[in-house]
């Protein structure tokens, strides 16, 4: 009698690997948003009161963006503008609307620890694409779209990349002509490769390569 072996399908181990994967990324960012809430409950509230101290306004800027799927949420961050400025999306490192506070906190990026929040609820993640403002990523097409799949985060192979964006649109001539034809693409193709190499050790590298470099 011939023994029977059952059919071993390598793709579909790898598949079930990557959903593995995926739901480590979930605990993981959950654990880490709530513990670096507490961690960072005093520096947070100190650069809430620097705020309140440097303009008017509220504390947090909220603000749609697109996310998993693109569905819309509100990211929650620091404000950095005056209040109730209006505008272009894209912003310089120049723009008269960034306050005095302001400039150091996007420099620094601090005005994106508040985006814990957002983590801590599961509208994003700690690694992913940048969440954008409604025109871009919900606009995406073919396979593009692909990169819906992911939760969008606070840090990111083509966030660290652009890490001085303002700085490099506040030397353009046409800001958001170069944003939409040479930054946008890339950062495209950027997070279409992060999201067909996704490893979770690898966005352990990359959370450390945002902190320290």
């Known amino acids: 009698m011939l023994r029977q072996y059952s059919t071993w399908r390598p793709c579909n181990v790898a598949r079930n690997e990557h959903k593995i994967g995926f739901l480590c990324k979930w605990c993981f960012d959950r654990v880490v948003a709530l513990v670096g809430l507490v961690v960072l409950a005093v520096p947070l509230l100190v650069i809430a009161m620097l705020i309140k101290t440097d303009s008017k306004g509220p504390v947090f800027f909220l603000q749609w963006r697109i996310g998993k799927d693109g569905k819309p949420f509100r990211i929650c961050k620091f404000r950095t ?12 490192a120049t723009d008269p609307r960034i306050t005095q506070i ?22 994003m993640s700690l690694v992913g694409p940048r969440p954008d403002v409604p025109g871009y990523a919900d606009r995406l097409q073919g396979d593009d779209r692909k990169i819906l799949q992911l939760r969008p985060g606070i840090t990111g192979p083509a966030s660290i990349k652009y890490r001085n964006e303002e700085e490099l649109l506040a030397h353009q001539a046409a800001p958001k002509a170069y944003n939409d034809t040479v930054i946008w693409p890339d950062k495209v193709k950027i997070n279409l490769n992060y999201l067909e190499n996704w490893t979770f050790l690898g966005d352990i590298k990359l959370i450390f390569k945002t902190v320290f470099h």
């Open 102 to 123: 302001g400039h150091w906190l996007r420099h620094s990026k601090a005005d994106c620890l508040t985006e814990l929040i957002n983590v801590l609820v599961g509208q």
């Open 81 to 92: 503008m005056t209040h109730q400025s209006e505008g272009d999306s894209i912003t310089t």
